[in-house]
């Protein structure tokens, strides 16, 4: 069983950073392709970033390329996401999810487990 939770989120200015981390419970996170999924106050839910089980490879929405990061640390059942030089626009709910999959996707109807979800605010 997978248990997501998301930690991290908070206020911050326009141009500055946050790290976001989701902590799974359960004792079979390394089997899991992860990713983090935004949802914007009156908007659709979006794709953000996504890493394979062992964290080789990652994937990325072209809005957020070069200033995100997603890792992980499969000793510590934990995805990360680094978020830089964030903008008003990213302001949203951030979940993070898992895939029991070699390969993560960018359609969010393909994760099996869902996290709370943790706010993130950035003031302009």
């Known amino acids: 069983q997978v248990q997501l939770v998301e930690s991290g989120g908070g206020l911050v200015q326009n141009g500055g950073s946050l790290r976001l981390s989701c902590a799974d419970s359960g004792r079979t996170f390394s089997n899991y392709a992860m990713a983090w999924f935004r949802q914007a106050r009156g908007k659709e839910r979006e794709f953000v970033a996504a890493i394979s089980r062992a964290g080789i490879t990652t994937y990325y929405a072209d809005s957020v390329k070069g200033r995100f990061t997603i890792s992980r640390d499969n000793a510590k059942n934990t995805v990360y996401l680094q978020m830089n030089s964030l903008k008003p626009e990213d302001a949203a709910i951030y979940y993070c999810?898992?895939?029991?999959?070699?390969?993560?996707?960018?359609?969010?109807?393909?994760?099996?487990?869902w996290g709370q979800g943790t706010q993130v605010t950035v003031s302009s």
């Open positions: 999810a898992a895939r029991r999959s070699l390969l993560y996707s960018g359609n969010g109807r393909e994760y099996d487990y």
